[in-house]
């Protein structure tokens, strides 16, 4: 199960939610660039993608929404995907890549190049710092997953989790060399902002038979709900 967030400037071109012809994928499209942020495939394989602060190349020759696409696209496992990516991730601005398959999750990132982290079954949270920052909106988060997940009605509301426009305080924030103002207003874990902040909400189940569902809600710069898309397979 993935939920999360995209935080992205309003007027970059974006399709929304829909399976792509090449690859066979089902993903929202970045129409600038030409990758994707979150996506699956039919046989059960998995891609998400966040931005890095601090991170990687100042002048990246690569764009990292191609990633997800490139994974889902061909037939390596994740870990060989990852170790063939661990020779040019220097080319990409920072990044946060987590992709797996029924085998498991594996994530990687270019601000530690020489780690792959396989994650164990249980809760993970990623946001735009590495894996293990103690951000708030990470922990808030996390904590909220767990509760819903172990409730009576487990995938009901899920989007809602990560609806929180809660800033959080000073002392709470982390330090990625951003003014204190942009530290405070990216502190939600949602954001609404006139030019930058959340514009879409995904929620995907993906069960063992190779069937799932994935849910996309989309927002305006005011916040307010504009779409949603409800695919099956």
Same mark, same amino acid.
């Given at each position: ?19 792509? /012809? ?7 499209l970045d129409? $600038? ?5 979150? /996506?699956? #495939? ?20 690569? #764009? ?12 390596? @496992?994740?870990? $060989? ?6 020779r040019s /991730? @220097? ?35 990623? @946001? ?54 942009? $530290?405070?207003?990216? #502190?939600? /874990? ?22 799932? #569902? ?6 305006d710069p ?12």
């Amino acid at each position: 199960m993935l939920v999360g967030n995209r935080d992205e400037l309003h007027n970059r071109p974006t399709d929304p939610l829909h399976w792509w /012809a090449e690859p066979e994928i089902l993903a929202g499209l970045d129409l $600038e660039a030409g990758g994707t942020w979150l /996506a699956v #495939s039919r046989s059960g394989r998995f891609g998400v993608l966040t931005n890095l602060r601090g991170f990687g190349a100042a002048n990246p020759t690569r #764009s990292r929404g191609h990633l997800i696409p490139e994974f889902l696209g061909g037939d390596r @496992s994740p870990v $060989e995907f990852m170790r063939d990516l661990h020779r040019s /991730a @220097s080319r990409y601005a920072g990044f946060n890549l987590l992709i797996g398959d029924a085998t498991g999750a594996w994530l990687y990132s270019n601000g530690t190049p020489d780690t792959v982290h396989h994650l164990p079954p249980g809760y993970h949270g990623l @946001s735009n710092g590495l894996y293990l920052d103690p951000w708030p909106k990470v922990t808030r988060a996390n904590r909220a997953l767990r509760r819903q997940l172990e409730g009576p009605r487990p995938t009901d509301g899920l989007a809602d989790i990560l609806l929180d426009r809660t800033v959080r305080p000073d002392a709470e924030l982390p330090q990625t060399g951003l003014s204190m103002e942009l $530290e405070r207003r990216l #502190s939600a /874990a949602f954001i609404c902002h006139p030019h930058y902040g959340t514009r879409s909400t995904t929620v995907c189940i993906l069960r063992r038979d190779g069937t799932g #569902s994935m849910q996309e809600t989309g927002f305006d710069p005011e916040g307010r709900k504009t779409r949603q898309i409800d695919i099956y397979f």
